[in-house]
DNA sequence: CAAACAATCCCCCATTCGGGGGATATTTGG
DNA sequence: CCAAATATCCCCCGAATGGGGGATTGTTTG
């Protein structure tokens, strides 16, 4: 069964942006509301599984005051979405205890895995920005290793010593917290270094 | 200096997501185009470096003779967008050489995969699906290979012997034509397998 | 029904990886 | 100007991988 999913967005390109992605997820989206009243609405009729909510809409209204009124109605997840990545509008949501926060722009996997872990009552913000990012050489190690190259490879393209990439190799792992290149490969995706 | 693109597409709520994709990777839209006259009166203002064009446009408009005029301008890699996975469609579009191929509905990366390889001009289809599915405990494995877990402990999750996962793991670099858990994990995130 | 597929398990062996020590030179930013 | 960051190189060692052989069970499906 199909999860239902009810936006609350006013910018129409934006909110059928969405839909689109979540639609290619097996996400059935059951309306897309531009104000509150409209929003209430939907939710009432098709008592949807996911929320996603702009957190401030262009006609002043936010959000919150209709998530406190359909959390009476039926508990559900929800993903707000925000375009300010500020530590205030962080604290403010935060109270109202969502599923996940994105930032805009943002981009379809952060939404889908947005999703996801919401379903999964998994907490996951997209935002204040704590990661480090990876040296020039580390960044061009890691798109080695995309590609399946060894670390004996890649020190023969790099013309590098292999010793000089298993040191790369390991300050990637101390820096990123991981522990193999699997799964740097991995959040070399989440953080799109590669494509 | 970034790469300027022209966008001829008349589905207006597409050509704003490309745009709005493309932007987010250093590409610049200098116009979205709705027909083969505005495609050919943006493309000779401001010359772009590539082009997206959908194949067939809804007033009946094909996009190879708008291409063919534009080539005599200036030569720039296209990108074709179909709505048809079919192989007629991808016959027609393969004789006018274009640098990619993709069907709707496509991901962000995809697109993304395809504005990069054109401008390498690496030819990439995306298109006819001739990719084989994992089986069930295949995708599973994958799943854990992705979060890094090696095979003696993805065996003791499983509940299965240590020389099963390996035995699946050949069997995807097999069935997948790869050679190590790094380009499985790649190809995953590729094929949406894992978010 | 026979053949293909899926999932399970076993052995061998050379190569690579992860993690633990170091060291030195160059660039860069405050 | 000097400390921090970056990039380079070296050794050791136990564990894991990749690639090459097999094999046995069910299940699906043409």
Request: charged share 25%; with cysteine; net charge negative.
């Amino acid at each position: 069964m199909e999860t239902k999913v009810l936006i609350l967005e006013d910018d129409i390109v934006n909110a059928m942006h969405m839909q689109v992605v979540l639609e290619s997820a097996e996400f059935e989206i059951i309306g897309i509301a531009g104000n509150y009243i409209e929003a209430l609405r939907l939710f009432v009729n098709r008592l949807p599984d996911l929320l996603v909510c702009c957190i401030y809409l262009n006609n002043g209204e936010v959000a919150i005051n209709f998530i406190e009124q359909a959390r009476d109605i039926k508990k559900v997840p929800v993903i707000y979405v925000s375009a300010h990545d500020d530590e205030e509008t962080l604290n403010r949501v935060m109270d109202s205890s969502p599923a996940s926060y994105i930032t805009k722009p943002f981009t379809d996997r952060q939404l889908l895995v947005a999703a996801k872990c919401a379903l999964h009552k998994q907490m996951r913000l997209s935002s204040c920005n704590t990661t480090p990012e990876p040296t020039g050489r580390e960044l061009e190690i890691i798109r080695h290793l995309v590609k399946g190259e060894s670390s004996r490879k890649i020190a023969d393209t790099l013309c590098i010593s292999y010793e000089t990439v298993k040191t790369h190799r390991k300050n990637i792992y101390k820096k990123f917290r991981v522990s193999s290149g699997y799964e740097t490969v991995a959040l070399a995706f989440h953080n799109q270094w590669v494509f």
